[in-house]
Antibody, heavy 116, light 110 residues
Framework: QVQLQESGPGLVKPSETLSLTCTVS????????WSWIRQPPGKGLEWIGY???????KYNPSLKSRVTISVDTSKNQFSLRLSSVTAADTAVYYC??????????WGQGTMVTVSS | QSVLTQPPSVSAAPGQKVTLSCSGS????????VSWYQQLPGTAPKLLIS???KRPSGIPDRFSGSKSGTSATLGITGLQTGDEADYYC???????????FGGGTKLTVL
């Protein structure tokens, strides 16, 4: 079955760029939307954005100026870059597969802490 | 403050039925599908309902979804202690051109 796995640094310094990769196994990255969603400690879910396998993207307006999501179909991976991070970006980051308005398969999540 | 409004907490006894609400507006719930997720403590969210009322394979029919106007509801029958979790609604907001989540409802089964 399809599985998603997030990878990347667990600690990022303020003002630097957070970079995460999601590796898709057990299925193709084609024909789906691939999202990043985050959850600050003790809080709710926040949609960051999605990329279609063709490269088309949509971002949360509140994060749009700092976010880039890209896809590498040859590696069955997609990635998140969030620039100029602050403590408010500390969260568990999830990658997920789905369509517009829902995600049916999620990664286990990776905790990213922004601290000097 | 979330675009979609969910009650922070709901409680019910084992075996009973509970309904969780999700309220929005014409630009989101009123014009797009709603999905629902269950998040058990320390785990990733799990899709329970997509497209207002569709259950993915493996989701028991104790879980049901419905939508009316600018509100959506998740129903859970035959409550079990294992249903204790946070529940989130999600939809697309056509004005924001973004996916939006509710703030989540913590379900306690006591």
């Amino acid at each position: 079955q399809v599985q998603l796995q997030e990878s990347g640094p667990g600690l990022v310094k303020p003002s630097e760029t957070l970079s995460l990769t999601c590796t898709v196994s057990g299925g193709s990255i084609r024909n789906y939307y691939w999202s990043w969603i985050r959850q600050p400690p003790g809080k709710g879910l926040e949609w960051i954005g999605y990329i279609y396998y063709t490269g088309s993207t949509k971002y949360n307006p509140s994060l749009k100026s700092r976010v880039t999501i890209s896809v590498d179909t040859s590696k069955n991976q997609f990635s998140l870059r969030l620039s100029s991070v602050t403590a408010a970006d500390t969260a568990v980051y999830y990658c997920a597969r789905g369509s517009i308005g829902y995600s049916d398969i999620w990664g286990q999540g990776t905790m990213v802490t922004v601290s000097s | 403050q979330s675009v979609l409004t969910q009650p922070p907490s709901v409680s019910a006894a084992p075996g009973q039925k509970v309904t969780l609400s999700c309220s929005g507006s014409s630009s989101n719930i009123g014009s797009n599908y709603v999905s629902w997720y269950q998040q058990l403590p320390g785990t990733a969210p799990k899709l329970l309902i997509s497209e207002n009322n569709k259950r993915p394979s493996g989701i028991p029919d104790r879980f049901s979804g419905s939508k009316s106007g600018t509100s959506a509801t998740l129903g859970i029958t035959g409550l079990q202690t294992g249903d204790e979790a946070d529940y989130y609604c999600e939809t697309w907001d056509s004005s924001l051109s973004a996916a939006v989540f509710g703030g989540g409802t913590k379900l306690t089964v006591l």
